[in-house]
C-alpha cells in the first residue's frame, strides 16, 4: 500500500496551498474564501527524494447540526483520514490558537495516527506573535511554514522521514507533465464527467465507484473543484475526473465560480473520453451543446448520458428529440453515442461503460495509407472535387498523420479552393467507409510538393 499522508485542519488555514506545493502544480482551487474544498481531492505528492500519496481534505467546522451540508463534508473528511498513515494539522499562525483548531486536534486525536502540527503563513524570520500557544494542542512545537512560498518544506520532510522509511515509500521520479498524461497510452483511460449543475453528475460517480466518494446532495453547486479518483472498470484502469457544473458565462459572477470553470475545461483539455451528463426532465438547451462543442474543439471523444431517464414517461419521443437536437447541433461528430441511464438507480451504467471503451477506441483507431487513396480515388471518381478559375481540382494523396483524434493530411493541387462542403463530404465518407462515428475528424490541407504538378493539369 501506498504511504498516504492527509493534510487537515479547519477552513482557509492554507491546506490546497499546501496539497498544490506538495504535488507540485495547481491540482486545487486556492481561495480566501473559506469552505472551498468540500470533496477530499487525491494527488501524487513529492517531497525531496520520496514519492508519497497526499489528500486535501475539507476544512472540518465546530458546529454542524446532522445532515446538514458540513456534517456531510465533515463526514468525507473523516474518510479520507482514516486511508491514512499520517496526518499534518495545520493551523494560522497569523491568527493564533483559535477554538476551531483546538476542535479539530480533538477530532484528529480519535484517529490514532502520527500527527505533525504545521504553523502556516510564516514568512520571513520573525514569527508571529502567539506562535508559541499551538504546543496547547499536544503534538509538540509546532513547524514553522509558508505553503505559498515553500518555506519550511525541509524540517516537515525531516518529521516524515522516520514514517517514509518505515513504509518503504518510494524514491522520488520524473514528473509527467499533463501533456504527457494525455499523450501517453501506458496510462489509465482518462474519463471526465461534465454538465450543467444538478445534472447528477457526483451521483453518477458514486455509483460508478461503488462507494459514497462524492458529496451529493440537493444543493446546486455542490462540486467546487475537479477530483481525479483512480479506479479499475473490470480489469481495466481509469482515471474518473468529476467536475464543477458549468453555466452559462453570462451567470457566472463569482470568483471561486470562474475559477471551478477553469478547472472543468482544463479537465476536458486533459480528458481521453468525456462523458456528458444531461438531465432527462429538461430540455437539452444551449448550455448543454455549448459544452459539447467545447469537448470535440478539444478533440475530446464524447459520449451524451441522458440522466434521470426513469423519470420520463414517454421515452421513444424524449430519445427522438435528444437526437435530432444532437445531431443538428454536432454535425462534426456525426454518431456521438446517447446513452439513457438513472444515476441515482445504476442503471444503464454496464452500457454506458462500453461505450466509454469503444469510442475510445475509435478516436485512437489508425487506417492505412494504402486504404486510405484507394478510398480517395473512389470518392473523387465518384464525386470529383469542383472547378476553379477553368481548372479543376485535383485531390493528389492522402495519409493519417495521427490519431487522438484521427487526423488526416491531404494533399491537394489547390488547397484554399477547396470548399467547405467537399471537405465535409469527404470527412462523412471517412465516417461510413472506416466506422470513425463519433469522433472529431481533423484535416490538413497541403499543396503539391511538385512544382510542375499544377503545370500537368
Known amino acids: 500500500m501506498e504511504f498516504t499522508i492527509a493534510i487537515a485542519g479547519r477552513p482557509n488555514v492554507g491546506k490546497s496551498t499546501l496539497f498544490n506545493r506538495l504535488v507540485g502544480r495547481s491540482m486545487a482551487i486556492v481561495s480566501d474564501e473559506p469552505g472551498v474544498t468540500r470533496d477530499w481531492r487525491d494527488g501524487q505528492g513529492h517531497l525531496f527524494d520520496f514519492n508519497f500519496r497526499v489528500l486535501d481534505t475539507a476544512g472540518l467546522e465546530s458546529i454542524r447540526s446532522k445532515g446538514s451540508l458540513s456534517a456531510r463534508v465533515a463526514e468525507q473528511t473523516r474518510k479520507a483520514l482514516s486511508q491514512t498513515q499520517a496526518i499534518l494539522l495545520i493551523v494560522d499562525a497569523r491568527a493564533g490558537l483559535t477554538q476551531d483548531d483546538k476542535n479539530v486536534a480533538r477530532e484528529l486525536r480519535k484517529m490514532d495516527k502520527p500527527i505533525i502540527l504545521l504553523a502556516n503563513k510564516c514568512e520571513g524570520s520573525h514569527l508571529p506573535e502567539?506562535?508559541?500557544?499551538?504546543?496547547?494542542?499536544?503534538?509538540?512545537?509546532?513547524?514553522?511554514?509558508?505553503?505559498?512560498?515553500?518555506?519550511?518544506?525541509?524540517?516537515?520532510?525531516?518529521?516524515?522521514?522516520?514514517?517514509?522509511?518505515?513504509?518503504?515509500?518510494?524514491?522520488?521520479?520524473?514528473?509527467?507533465?499533463?501533456?504527457?498524461?494525455?499523450?501517453?497510452?501506458n496510462r489509465p483511460l482518462h474519463v471526465a464527467v461534465v454538465g450543467r449543475p444538478n445534472a447528477g453528475k457526483s451521483t453518477l460517480v458514486n455509483q460508478l465507484l461503488g462507494e459514497e466518494r462524492m458529496l451529493t446532495g440537493p444543493e446546486p453547486g455542490l462540486t467546487r473543484d475537479s477530483i481525479q479518483i483512480h479506479w479499475q472498470y473490470g480489469e481495466k484502469p481509469v482515471r474518473l475526473v468529476d467536475t464543477a457544473g458549468l453555466r452559462r458565462r453570462a451567470r457566472v459572477t463569482e470568483k471561486l465560480e470562474k475559477a471551478s470553470g477553469h478547472e472543468t475545461l482544463r479537465s476536458i483539455r486533459l480528458a481521453h473520453v468525456v462523458i456528458l451528463v444531461v438531465d432527462a426532465a429538461q430540455a437539452l438547451d444551449k448550455q448543454d451543446l455549448t459544452i459539447a462543442k467545447h469537448v470535440v474543439e478539444e478533440g475530446r471523444a464524447l459520449l451524451v448520458a441522458v440522466n434521470k431517464w426513469d423519470t420520463v414517461k414517454d421515452k421513444r419521443e424524449k430519445l427522438k428529440e435528444v437526437r435530432e437536437t444532437i445531431e443538428d447541433s454536432l454535425a462534426q461528430v456525426a454518431g456521438v453515442p446517447i446513452i439513457t441511464m438513472s444515476a441515482l438507480k445504476g442503471t444503464g451504467l454496464d452500457v454506458l461503460m462500453r461505450n466509454v471503451f469503444r469510442i475510445y477506441e475509435v478516436w485512437n483507431k489508425r487506417v492505412s495509407t494504402g486504404q486510405l487513396n484507394r478510398w480517395l480515388?473512389?470518392?473523387?471518381?465518384?464525386?470529383?472535387?469542383?472547378?476553379?478559375?477553368?481548372?479543376?481540382?485535383?485531390?493528389?494523396?492522402?495519409?493519417?498523420?495521427?490519431?487522438?483524434?484521427?487526423?488526416?493530411?491531404?494533399?491537394v493541387n489547390k488547397p484554399v479552393d477547396l470548399p467547405d462542403s467537399y471537405q465535409r463530404f469527404l470527412t462523412n465518407g471517412l465516417r461510413e467507409k472506416f466506422e470513425l462515428h463519433g469522433v472529431p475528424i481533423r484535416w490538413q490541407l497541403k499543396k503539391n510538393a511538385n512544382p510542375f504538378d499544377d503545370k500537368k493539369d
Open 377 to 411: 480515388e473512389y470518392m473523387e471518381d465518384n464525386h470529383p472535387p469542383p472547378i476553379t478559375s477553368g481548372r479543376r481540382i485535383k485531390l493528389r494523396y492522402i495519409t493519417q498523420i495521427k490519431s487522438r483524434p484521427p487526423t488526416f493530411l491531404l494533399w
Open 130 to 185: 502567539g506562535y508559541e500557544e499551538f504546543s496547547a494542542l499536544g503534538f509538540g512545537d509546532p513547524v514553522a511554514i509558508s505553503a505559498t512560498h515553500g518555506d519550511g518544506m525541509m524540517e516537515l520532510y525531516g518529521l516524515l522521514q522516520p514514517h517514509f522509511e518505515k513504509a518503504g515509500a518510494k524514491v522520488k521520479s520524473r514528473k509527467k507533465s499533463d501533456e504527457d498524461e494525455v499523450d501517453d497510452e
